[in-house]
């Protein structure tokens, strides 16, 4: 026969087994919980990049498609750039500044499609500066170190270009 202290023992020893056995179990389940949570978070991840990449590709193919139009439209076609011009304030310091909201709307007057570069002759352009500055401006606007005036001829590349709607 066993004595009491043994079986308490052995009750305790056997208890305290099957509670290391449950808490295996939560731990193994919480662990696959996490394993779970992380692989849906990286799914997610991956479906979002997916989708910027779609659009990153769906964006450029508008541009060269627009490119293309500029290219084999031929020439006198009338295209815009929204590309940000710079200009220098202030004879002193001569300060370069950079108008963010313009355009420049130009002629095309040759087209080399092997390179995408289009010469263009500035026909108008806008830029959008602070009042302050006006009165400052100490040289003429600037696109792509290109100087922007009516009539001025330049070249670049086709890229940032579209077919005006004037």
């Known amino acids: 026969m066993f004595k009491v202290e043994t079986v308490v023992i052995i009750l305790s020893i ?6 290391l056995t449950q808490k295996n179990n939560s731990v193994s389940h919480q662990k696959t919980e996490n394993l779970e949570y992380e692989l849906k978070k990286q799914q997610r991840k991956a479906e979002l990049l997916e989708q910027h990449r779609i659009y990153l590709l769906k964006k450029r193919k508008e541009e060269l498609d627009k490119e293309d139009l500029i290219l084999s439209s031929g020439l006198g076609r009338v295209v815009c750039n929204d590309g940000p011009m710079t200009y220098w304030t202030d004879a002193v310091f ?4 950079v108008a963010k909201d313009s355009q420049i709307v130009a002629i095309v007057e040759s087209i ?7 010469e263009y002759k500035v026909s108008s352009f806008y830029a959008n500066i602070p009042d302050v500055h006006e009165r400052f401006i100490t040289t003429g606007f600037y696109y792509k170190n290109s100087l922007v005036r009516r009539g001025e001829i330049n070249w670049d590349s086709v890229k940032g270009w579209y077919p005006c709607r004037y």
């Open 14 to 19: 056997f208890l305290s087994g099957c509670m």
């Open 94 to 97: 001569n300060v370069e500044q």
């Open 112 to 118: 080399d499609s092997e390179s995408r570069r289009i």
